[in-house]
Protein backbone atom coordinates (compact mmCIF):
# COMPACT_ATOMS: atom_id res chain seq x y z
CA UNK A 1 0.00 0.00 0.00
CA UNK A 2 2.71 2.22 0.45
CA UNK A 3 4.55 3.37 -2.61
CA UNK A 4 8.43 2.85 -2.86
CA UNK A 5 8.70 6.38 -2.73
CA UNK A 6 6.91 6.70 0.49
CA UNK A 7 9.18 3.41 1.53
CA UNK A 8 12.00 5.37 0.62
CA UNK A 9 11.37 8.72 2.87
CA UNK A 10 10.48 6.26 5.55
CA UNK A 11 13.91 4.54 5.35
CA UNK A 12 16.26 7.46 4.42
CA UNK A 13 14.66 9.72 7.05
CA UNK A 14 12.95 7.84 9.32
CA UNK A 15 9.59 8.97 8.76
CA UNK A 16 6.28 9.14 5.96
CA UNK A 17 3.39 11.42 6.02
CA UNK A 18 0.34 9.76 4.67
CA UNK A 19 -2.51 12.37 4.34
CA UNK A 20 -6.10 11.16 5.44
CA UNK A 21 -5.41 7.78 5.90
CA UNK A 22 -8.11 7.94 9.19
CA UNK A 23 -11.71 8.88 7.80
CA UNK A 24 -13.49 11.60 9.24
CA UNK A 25 -16.32 8.89 10.29
CA UNK A 26 -13.02 8.32 12.79
CA UNK A 27 -11.68 11.20 13.88
CA UNK A 28 -14.50 14.06 14.06
CA UNK A 29 -16.16 11.84 16.89
CA UNK A 30 -12.80 11.99 19.08
CA UNK A 31 -12.63 15.52 18.76
CA UNK A 32 -16.48 15.93 19.38
CA UNK A 33 -15.29 14.34 22.49
CA UNK A 34 -12.43 16.38 23.63
CA UNK A 35 -14.00 19.44 22.89
CA UNK A 36 -17.15 18.55 24.76
CA UNK A 37 -15.54 18.32 27.69
CA UNK A 38 -13.12 21.46 27.73
CA UNK A 39 -16.81 23.25 27.05
CA UNK A 40 -18.35 21.27 30.50
CA UNK A 41 -14.90 22.62 32.24
CA UNK A 42 -15.35 25.63 31.01
CA UNK A 43 -12.08 25.96 28.95
CA UNK A 44 -14.28 26.57 25.45
CA UNK A 45 -16.92 28.88 25.21
CA UNK A 46 -18.72 30.96 22.26
CA UNK A 47 -15.41 32.72 21.45
CA UNK A 48 -13.01 29.48 21.35
CA UNK A 49 -10.52 29.06 24.35
CA UNK A 50 -10.54 30.29 27.71
CA UNK A 51 -7.41 30.34 28.96
CA UNK A 52 -6.38 29.30 32.93
CA UNK A 53 -6.17 32.44 34.87
CA UNK A 54 -4.19 31.15 38.21
CA UNK A 55 -2.36 27.91 39.34
CA UNK A 56 -6.02 26.48 40.08
CA UNK A 57 -7.37 26.81 36.77
CA UNK A 58 -4.08 24.97 35.54
CA UNK A 59 -4.61 22.03 37.94
CA UNK A 60 -8.52 22.21 36.92
CA UNK A 61 -7.00 21.72 32.88
CA UNK A 62 -4.41 19.25 33.68
CA UNK A 63 -6.94 17.04 35.43
CA UNK A 64 -9.52 17.55 32.34
CA UNK A 65 -6.84 16.43 30.23
CA UNK A 66 -6.25 13.40 32.13
CA UNK A 67 -10.21 12.67 32.05
CA UNK A 68 -10.21 13.09 28.46
CA UNK A 69 -6.85 10.50 28.12
CA UNK A 70 -8.82 7.76 29.90
CA UNK A 71 -11.12 7.47 27.37
CA UNK A 72 -8.95 4.73 25.99
CA UNK A 73 -11.98 2.91 24.43
CA UNK A 74 -13.13 5.73 22.30
CA UNK A 75 -9.79 7.34 21.82
CA UNK A 76 -7.91 3.65 20.32
CA UNK A 77 -10.77 3.53 17.80
CA UNK A 78 -8.28 6.03 15.60
CA UNK A 79 -5.96 2.60 15.35
CA UNK A 80 -7.83 1.53 12.11
CA UNK A 81 -7.08 -1.58 10.23
CA UNK A 82 -5.52 0.63 7.57
CA UNK A 83 -3.18 2.30 10.20
CA UNK A 84 -2.14 -1.23 11.60
CA UNK A 85 -1.71 -2.48 8.17
CA UNK A 86 0.66 0.30 7.05
CA UNK A 87 2.79 -0.22 9.90
CA UNK A 88 3.05 -3.52 10.07
CA UNK A 89 4.28 -2.56 6.18
CA UNK A 90 6.78 -0.60 7.57
CA UNK A 91 8.50 -4.07 9.25
CA UNK A 92 8.93 -6.15 6.79
CA UNK A 93 4.96 -7.66 7.52
CA UNK A 94 6.02 -8.55 10.94
CA UNK A 95 3.86 -8.79 13.87
CA UNK A 96 3.73 -5.14 15.84
CA UNK A 97 3.02 -4.65 19.59
CA UNK A 98 0.72 -1.70 20.71
CA UNK A 99 2.90 -0.59 23.69
CA UNK A 100 1.57 1.39 26.66
CA UNK A 101 0.12 4.10 26.69
CA UNK A 102 -2.30 2.80 24.35
CA UNK A 103 -3.53 5.77 21.95
CA UNK A 104 -1.43 8.75 23.81
CA UNK A 105 -3.68 11.70 23.83
CA UNK A 106 -1.46 15.02 22.99
CA UNK A 107 -2.69 18.05 24.07
CA UNK A 108 -0.93 21.61 24.13
CA UNK A 109 -3.64 24.92 25.18
CA UNK A 110 -3.32 27.78 22.56
CA UNK A 111 -0.71 30.47 22.96
CA UNK A 112 1.05 27.97 25.79
CA UNK A 113 4.40 25.97 26.10
CA UNK A 114 5.09 22.67 28.26
CA UNK A 115 7.87 25.40 29.54
CA UNK A 116 5.12 27.38 31.15
CA UNK A 117 5.56 26.50 34.76
CA UNK A 118 9.13 28.06 35.23
CA UNK A 119 8.17 31.41 32.91
CA UNK A 120 10.72 30.81 30.96
CA UNK A 121 8.09 31.38 27.45
CA UNK A 122 8.22 34.57 26.06
CA UNK A 123 5.69 33.77 23.58
CA UNK A 124 7.55 33.35 20.50
CA UNK A 125 7.48 29.72 18.64
CA UNK A 126 11.24 28.34 17.91
CA UNK A 127 13.02 25.15 17.00
CA UNK A 128 13.00 23.59 20.91
CA UNK A 129 16.95 23.53 22.23
CA UNK A 130 15.18 21.30 25.41
CA UNK A 131 13.35 18.00 26.15
CA UNK A 132 14.99 16.34 23.09
CA UNK A 133 14.40 12.89 23.66
CA UNK A 134 14.17 9.10 22.26
CA UNK A 135 10.88 7.04 23.32
CA UNK A 136 13.03 3.79 23.78
CA UNK A 137 17.14 2.85 24.40
CA UNK A 138 19.22 2.48 21.24
CA UNK A 139 20.70 -0.67 21.00
CA UNK A 140 22.10 -3.31 18.31
CA UNK A 141 20.43 -6.06 19.70
CA UNK A 142 16.79 -4.18 18.69
CA UNK A 143 17.53 -3.69 15.31
CA UNK A 144 15.33 -1.08 13.70
CA UNK A 145 12.52 -1.62 16.23
CA UNK A 146 9.66 -0.54 14.06
CA UNK A 147 7.80 3.08 14.00
CA UNK A 148 5.59 5.02 16.01
CA UNK A 149 2.15 6.97 14.94
CA UNK A 150 1.38 10.38 15.24
CA UNK A 151 -2.23 11.82 14.04
CA UNK A 152 -3.90 14.55 14.31
CA UNK A 153 -7.28 15.37 16.18
CA UNK A 154 -7.66 18.52 14.47
CA UNK A 155 -5.59 20.56 12.12
CA UNK A 156 -2.43 21.42 13.40
CA UNK A 157 -1.05 24.30 11.81
CA UNK A 158 3.04 25.19 11.54
CA UNK A 159 3.92 26.73 15.41
CA UNK A 160 0.61 24.90 16.06
CA UNK A 161 2.46 23.12 18.71
CA UNK A 162 2.90 20.07 16.51
CA UNK A 163 5.80 17.43 17.73
CA UNK A 164 9.26 18.57 15.94
CA UNK A 165 11.46 15.30 15.20
CA UNK A 166 15.24 15.15 14.02
CA UNK A 167 14.72 13.47 10.28
CA UNK A 168 17.89 11.12 9.61
CA UNK A 169 19.22 10.72 13.62
CA UNK A 170 17.94 7.25 13.47
CA UNK A 171 20.76 6.35 11.50
CA UNK A 172 22.84 7.16 14.54
CA UNK A 173 24.63 5.19 17.28
CA UNK A 174 23.05 1.91 16.07
CA UNK A 175 25.91 -0.19 16.73
CA UNK A 176 25.83 0.20 20.43
CA UNK A 177 25.11 -2.25 23.00
CA UNK A 178 22.99 -0.31 25.08
CA UNK A 179 22.35 3.77 25.20
CA UNK A 180 19.61 5.49 27.13
CA UNK A 181 18.65 8.35 26.00
CA UNK A 182 20.48 10.55 28.09
CA UNK A 183 23.38 9.15 26.73
CA UNK A 184 22.37 9.09 23.49
CA UNK A 185 21.92 12.70 23.71
CA UNK A 186 25.22 13.05 25.66
CA UNK A 187 27.52 11.02 22.70
CA UNK A 188 25.53 12.94 20.29
CA UNK A 189 26.82 16.52 21.83
CA UNK A 190 30.59 15.36 20.33
CA UNK A 191 29.07 16.56 17.56
CA UNK A 192 28.51 20.34 16.47
CA UNK A 193 25.46 20.37 14.88
CA UNK A 194 23.94 18.49 18.56
CA UNK A 195 25.75 20.96 20.65
CA UNK A 196 24.19 23.76 18.58
CA UNK A 197 20.33 22.41 18.46
CA UNK A 198 20.36 22.13 22.06
CA UNK A 199 22.53 25.08 22.43
CA UNK A 200 21.58 27.84 24.53
CA UNK A 201 23.08 30.59 22.21
CA UNK A 202 21.15 33.24 20.72
CA UNK A 203 20.94 32.44 16.80
CA UNK A 204 18.72 31.85 13.78
CA UNK A 205 16.87 28.59 14.50
CA UNK A 206 15.05 28.32 11.65
CA UNK A 207 18.14 27.02 10.14
CA UNK A 208 17.42 24.14 11.18
CA UNK A 209 13.89 23.62 9.53
CA UNK A 210 15.37 24.88 6.46
CA UNK A 211 18.84 23.44 5.57
CA UNK A 212 19.92 19.85 6.13
CA UNK A 213 23.26 19.73 8.41
CA UNK A 214 24.79 16.47 9.35
CA UNK A 215 25.66 14.82 12.38
CA UNK A 216 28.36 12.39 11.87
CA UNK A 217 28.27 12.50 8.37
CA UNK A 218 24.34 11.26 8.81
CA UNK A 219 22.03 14.13 7.11
CA UNK A 220 19.70 15.25 9.39
CA UNK A 221 16.96 18.11 9.41
CA UNK A 222 14.08 19.14 11.71
CA UNK A 223 10.53 18.32 10.77
CA UNK A 224 7.54 19.86 12.51
CA UNK A 225 5.02 17.38 12.68
CA UNK A 226 1.68 19.57 11.47
CA UNK A 227 -1.55 18.62 9.42
CA UNK A 228 -5.11 18.44 8.90
CA UNK A 229 -7.62 15.44 11.10
CA UNK A 230 -6.83 12.37 9.71
CA UNK A 231 -3.61 13.00 8.42
CA UNK A 232 -0.80 9.95 9.83
CA UNK A 233 3.10 10.37 10.52
CA UNK A 234 4.84 7.13 10.96
CA UNK A 235 8.06 7.85 12.94
CA UNK A 236 10.74 5.24 13.28
CA UNK A 237 10.91 5.03 17.35
CA UNK A 238 14.91 5.83 16.83
CA UNK A 239 14.32 9.58 15.92
CA UNK A 240 14.91 12.27 18.49
CA UNK A 241 11.86 14.47 19.27
CA UNK A 242 11.15 16.71 20.86
CA UNK A 243 7.79 19.58 21.91
CA UNK A 244 6.87 22.45 20.06
CA UNK A 245 5.15 25.29 21.36
CA UNK A 246 1.48 26.58 20.21
CA UNK A 247 1.24 30.11 19.01
CA UNK A 248 -1.66 29.82 17.76
CA UNK A 249 -5.71 30.15 18.91
CA UNK A 250 -6.50 26.40 18.84
CA UNK A 251 -5.82 23.71 21.33
CA UNK A 252 -2.98 21.12 19.87
CA UNK A 253 -4.84 17.99 19.95
CA UNK A 254 -2.77 14.83 18.38
CA UNK A 255 -2.30 11.21 19.08
CA UNK A 256 0.72 8.97 19.63
CA UNK A 257 0.68 5.12 19.27
CA UNK A 258 4.02 3.41 19.39
CA UNK A 259 3.48 0.57 17.45
CA UNK A 260 7.17 -1.78 17.73
CA UNK A 261 7.45 -5.17 16.21
CA UNK A 262 7.05 -7.78 18.15
CA UNK A 263 10.92 -9.62 18.08
CA UNK A 264 12.16 -5.62 19.18
CA UNK A 265 9.72 -4.95 22.06
CA UNK A 266 10.23 -8.26 23.55
CA UNK A 267 13.68 -7.57 23.69
CA UNK A 268 13.55 -4.22 24.73
CA UNK A 269 11.27 -5.36 27.99
CA UNK A 270 14.24 -8.04 28.72
CA UNK A 271 16.42 -5.16 28.94
CA UNK A 272 14.24 -2.66 31.20
CA UNK A 273 14.03 -5.69 33.73
CA UNK A 274 17.75 -6.00 33.63
CA UNK A 275 18.63 -2.61 33.79
CA UNK A 276 16.14 -1.33 36.17
CA UNK A 277 14.13 1.84 37.13
CA UNK A 278 15.99 4.64 34.35
CA UNK A 279 15.12 2.47 31.72
CA UNK A 280 11.36 1.51 33.10
CA UNK A 281 10.98 5.65 33.27
CA UNK A 282 12.25 6.05 29.83
CA UNK A 283 10.07 2.97 28.33
CA UNK A 284 7.37 5.57 29.67
CA UNK A 285 8.36 8.53 27.75
CA UNK A 286 9.48 10.36 30.57
CA UNK A 287 11.74 13.52 29.19
O1 LIG B 1 3.61 15.90 22.81
C1 LIG B 1 4.39 15.67 21.89
O2 LIG B 1 4.38 16.33 20.85
C2 LIG B 1 5.41 14.58 22.01
C3 LIG B 1 5.26 13.75 23.25
C4 LIG B 1 6.36 12.76 23.43
O3 LIG B 1 7.34 12.78 22.77
C5 LIG B 1 6.26 11.69 24.44
O4 LIG B 1 5.26 11.67 25.20
O5 LIG B 1 7.16 10.86 24.52
FE1 LIG C 1 8.56 11.05 23.02
Do not use: C
Amino acid sequence: MLTPNEHQTYTEWGLVQIKALIPPQVVDPIRELVMERLRRREFWGSEGWIAPTDADGQKRLNTTIKEISRNTKSLRSILTDRVLDYARELVSGDEIELSSPIAQFLFTAPRSYVMNHDGQWDGEWEVPRSIWHLDMPRSAAMGAPGPEMFTFVNKVEPKGGGTLVLAGSHHLLNDVEYLSSKNVKRRLKRHTYFRELTGKGVDDRSRFLEEVGNIDNVPVKVVELTGDPGDVYFVDLRLLHSLGANTSDQPRMMIAQRMPKKEAFKTWMAMVGGKGREVTQESEGKF
